[in-house]
C-alpha cells in the first residue's frame, strides 16, 4: 500500500516558509526605502540651512561693502557662524559681496559631508 504525504496548508510541496522570507525580504526593502528618505530630507534641510546662512551672511556683508569693505566679510563671517555655518570663501568687489557658506551635514553610516551654498549681495 501507498502512503501519501500532506500537501500542507499552501497546498503545494516544499514551500513551507517561503512567506518569511518573502515578508523579511519586504521589511529589508522597507527599511532600505525608509533610510533613503531619511538622508536625502537630511541632506536636503542641511543645503536649505547653508542657502539660508549665505543669504543672511552676504545680505549682512553688503551692509558694509561700500563704506568700510575691509569689516565686511568679517560680519558675514560672525552671522554665519550664528547660524551654524562657516564661511568658506567672502570676496568684496565695488561693493558687491560673494559668499560661500558650508553646513555640517552628518549622516549614519556614511561619515560628515558639508553642505555647500553661494550668495551675493549688493547695491542694484
Known sequence: ????????A???FGERGAAAVWV???MVLIWFLAATVLFVGA???ARHRAQSAADLSALAAAVQA????EKACGRARALAETN???IT?????AGVVDVRVAVRLVL??????????????GPR
Do not use: F, N, Q, W
Open 43 to 45: 541632506a536636503r534641510i
Open 108 to 121: 549614519p553610516g556614511l561619515g560628515e559631508r558639508p553642505a555647500v551654498a553661494e550668495s551675493r549681495a
Open 10 to 12: 499552501g497546498g503545494r
Open 66 to 69: 561700500l563704506a568700510a569693505p
Open 1 to 8: 500500500m501507498r502512503t501519501l504525504r500532506s500537501a500542507g
Open 84 to 86: 551654524h555655518a562657516s
Open 24 to 26: 523579511v525580504g519586504l
Open 89 to 93: 570663501r567672502c570676496v568684496v568687489r
